[in-house]
Protein backbone atom coordinates (compact mmCIF):
# COMPACT_ATOMS: atom_id res chain seq x y z
CA UNK A 1 0.00 0.00 0.00
CA UNK A 2 1.48 3.72 -1.70
CA UNK A 3 1.38 6.01 0.95
CA UNK A 4 0.24 9.16 -0.61
CA UNK A 5 2.01 13.00 -0.02
CA UNK A 6 0.08 16.02 -1.65
CA UNK A 7 0.97 17.36 -5.01
CA UNK A 8 3.26 19.79 -4.58
CA UNK A 9 4.18 23.02 -6.72
CA UNK A 10 7.89 23.03 -8.06
CA UNK A 11 9.00 26.48 -8.99
CA UNK A 12 10.44 26.14 -13.12
CA UNK A 13 8.94 22.26 -12.91
CA UNK A 14 5.91 20.34 -12.91
CA UNK A 15 4.14 20.08 -10.44
CA UNK A 16 4.35 16.44 -8.56
CA UNK A 17 3.27 14.25 -6.11
CA UNK A 18 5.55 11.26 -4.10
CA UNK A 19 3.93 8.07 -3.21
CA UNK A 20 6.06 5.80 -1.68
CA UNK A 21 5.93 1.78 0.16
CA UNK A 22 8.73 -0.02 1.11
CA UNK A 23 9.32 -1.25 -1.88
CA UNK A 24 9.09 1.47 -4.37
CA UNK A 25 8.43 5.45 -4.87
CA UNK A 26 5.93 6.69 -7.06
CA UNK A 27 6.80 10.55 -8.44
CA UNK A 28 4.10 11.79 -11.07
CA UNK A 29 4.72 15.09 -12.84
CA UNK A 30 1.52 16.68 -14.22
CA UNK A 31 1.19 19.35 -16.62
CA UNK A 32 -0.26 22.58 -16.18
CA UNK A 33 -3.59 21.48 -17.03
CA UNK A 34 -3.54 18.74 -15.04
CA UNK A 35 -3.12 15.75 -17.04
CA UNK A 36 -0.23 13.59 -16.00
CA UNK A 37 3.34 14.62 -17.79
CA UNK A 38 5.28 11.39 -16.70
CA UNK A 39 6.46 9.35 -13.93
CA UNK A 40 9.29 7.92 -12.37
CA UNK A 41 8.43 4.51 -10.78
CA UNK A 42 11.82 3.46 -8.62
CA UNK A 43 11.99 0.21 -7.32
CA UNK A 44 14.10 -2.47 -5.36
CA UNK A 45 14.62 -0.34 -2.29
CA UNK A 46 16.59 -0.59 -0.12
CA UNK A 47 18.48 -3.22 -1.58
CA UNK A 48 19.24 -2.60 -5.40
CA UNK A 49 17.14 0.73 -6.33
CA UNK A 50 16.48 1.07 -9.80
CA UNK A 51 14.50 3.77 -11.45
CA UNK A 52 11.88 3.44 -14.41
CA UNK A 53 11.04 6.39 -16.14
CA UNK A 54 8.67 8.05 -18.82
CA UNK A 55 8.28 11.50 -19.68
CA UNK A 56 5.51 13.39 -22.15
CA UNK A 57 7.98 13.97 -25.50
CA UNK A 58 10.81 12.12 -23.72
CA UNK A 59 10.27 8.84 -23.60
CA UNK A 60 11.50 6.61 -21.26
CA UNK A 61 14.78 5.61 -19.38
CA UNK A 62 16.10 2.84 -16.73
CA UNK A 63 18.92 3.86 -14.83
CA UNK A 64 20.23 2.90 -10.84
CA UNK A 65 20.19 4.59 -7.89
CA UNK A 66 23.77 5.28 -6.17
CA UNK A 67 22.30 6.76 -3.17
CA UNK A 68 25.60 8.23 -2.26
CA UNK A 69 26.15 6.64 0.97
CA UNK A 70 29.60 5.22 0.32
CA UNK A 71 30.54 6.34 3.69
CA UNK A 72 28.73 7.81 7.38
CA UNK A 73 31.19 10.41 7.20
CA UNK A 74 30.76 11.37 3.50
CA UNK A 75 27.10 10.52 2.30
CA UNK A 76 26.61 12.40 -1.45
CA UNK A 77 23.67 13.17 -2.97
CA UNK A 78 21.65 10.66 -4.82
CA UNK A 79 22.37 9.99 -8.77
CA UNK A 80 20.98 7.89 -11.99
CA UNK A 81 23.53 5.69 -13.40
CA UNK A 82 23.22 3.91 -16.70
CA UNK A 83 21.70 0.16 -15.70
CA UNK A 84 20.70 -2.80 -18.10
CA UNK A 85 17.72 -5.11 -18.14
CA UNK A 86 14.31 -4.06 -16.75
CA UNK A 87 12.91 -6.64 -14.97
CA UNK A 88 9.21 -5.84 -16.46
CA UNK A 89 7.18 -8.75 -15.48
CA UNK A 90 8.89 -8.27 -12.27
CA UNK A 91 7.80 -4.94 -11.84
CA UNK A 92 4.22 -4.79 -13.24
CA UNK A 93 3.14 -7.96 -11.26
CA UNK A 94 4.28 -6.05 -8.04
CA UNK A 95 3.15 -3.07 -9.06
CA UNK A 96 -0.34 -4.54 -9.36
CA UNK A 97 -0.20 -6.20 -5.90
CA UNK A 98 0.63 -2.81 -4.43
CA UNK A 99 -1.02 -0.46 -6.26
CA UNK A 100 -4.27 -1.45 -5.88
CA UNK A 101 -5.80 1.49 -4.45
CA UNK A 102 -4.25 4.07 -6.68
CA UNK A 103 -6.60 5.67 -8.85
CA UNK A 104 -7.19 3.54 -11.82
CA UNK A 105 -5.88 6.03 -14.36
CA UNK A 106 -2.52 6.35 -12.60
CA UNK A 107 -2.44 2.91 -12.00
CA UNK A 108 -3.38 2.28 -16.03
CA UNK A 109 -0.77 4.30 -16.76
CA UNK A 110 1.96 3.19 -15.41
CA UNK A 111 1.40 -0.63 -16.28
CA UNK A 112 0.48 0.47 -20.29
CA UNK A 113 3.90 2.45 -19.83
CA UNK A 114 5.93 -0.62 -19.06
CA UNK A 115 4.23 -2.86 -21.50
CA UNK A 116 4.81 -0.22 -23.91
CA UNK A 117 9.00 -0.59 -22.70
CA UNK A 118 8.96 -3.67 -23.20
CA UNK A 119 7.53 -3.34 -26.38
CA UNK A 120 9.41 -1.05 -27.93
CA UNK A 121 12.76 -3.00 -26.48
CA UNK A 122 11.57 -5.99 -28.53
CA UNK A 123 11.25 -4.41 -31.35
Known amino acids: MFDRAARKPV ?23 DTIHGFQLCYGKPI ?8 SGHGFSH ?13 QTPILLP ?13 RRRGTELPPQLRELVLGKIAEYVHTQNV
Not at 11 to 30: E, M, Q
Not at 49 to 55: D, I, L
Not at 83 to 95: C, I, L, N, S
Open 11 to 33: RGDHDRTWLSDDYFDLIVWYSPD
Open 48 to 55: WERAFTWR
Open 63 to 75: MQVDDGEVAAWGN
Open 83 to 95: DGTFPAETVAAEF
